[in-house]
């Protein structure tokens, strides 16, 4: 069974920057959807971008413009690079996995980044 392991998260201030990645722990042989979720203590899980059949990407309203997915195919690995961070990107961020449309989701072990103003 696949396994995810997330890292780059940290403390930035406002205006910084920072650099997710997400990587399976074995070869992927069918990649449907590969993304990023956020949470903060109290609300519901949402999704921040998320890039699908290798090339189509999306993103919340809220980080289009400052937020970029990206995948490398070879290494099993997505990336998230954020820039313009905002406290309100405050959250534990959390890679996914689906290996094919409408199956379950592989989440990893959540990432803490925190924005200061």
């Known amino acids: 069974q696949v396994q995810l392991v997330e890292s780059g998260g940290g403390l930035v201030q406002a205006g910084g920057s920072l650099r997710l990645s997400c990587a399976a722990s074995?070869?992927?042989?069918?990649?449907?959807?590969m993304g990023w979720y956020r949470q903060v203590p109290g609300a519901e899980r949402e999704m921040v971008a998320s890039?699908?059949?290798?090339?189509?990407?999306s993103y919340a309203d809220s980080v289009k413009g400052r937020f970029t997915i990206s995948r490398d195919t070879a290494k099993n690995t997505v990336f998230l690079q954020m820039n313009s961070l905002k406290p309100e990107d405050t959250a534990v961020y959390y890679c996914?996995?689906?290996?094919?449309?409408?199956?379950?989701?592989?989440w990893g072990q959540g990432t803490q980044v925190t924005v200061s103003a």
């Open positions: 890039i699908i059949s290798g090339f189509s990407t």
């Open positions: 996914y996995l689906l290996t094919g449309r409408g199956s379950s989701r592989t």
């Open positions: 074995t070869n992927i042989f069918r990649i449907y959807s």
